[in-house]
C-alpha cells in the first residue's frame, strides 16, 4: 500500500510510527499524526473512531503441548497499556486462575 501511494503521489512524505495503541491514541489526540490504526480493548473505545474489524480474543498454546496444566499458568503478556492485557488478566481472574508472566 505504501509503494503504491508513494509512486502516485511522490511530493507527499509519509512517517510511519509503530507503537502501542495507547501512545498512538494520546498522540492523536495530541494532533501529532494525522491518522492512526489502532487495536482498542473491549473496555476502551476511541472517539471519531471507525472499527475496521473485530475479532475475538482465543487463547492458544502449542499443539499437544501441556502449558495450560501448570500451575501457575504461564502466560506471554505484552507490557501495560496492550489493548489486550486487562481483558486477558481478567479473564484468568474470573476463573480462579493463578498465572505467572513467563514472556513479555
Known sequence: VLKRFAQSHPSIAVDVTIDQSSNLRRRMDDRALDITLLTNSYKTSALGAEVLLT???VWAGAKGGCAHLREPLPVSLWEEGCAWRAGALEALGRE?????VAYM
Request: proline share 12%; hydrophobic share 10%; no cysteine.
Open 55 to 57: 475479532e475475538p480474543i
Open 96 to 100: 480462579g486462575r493463578n498465572y505467572r
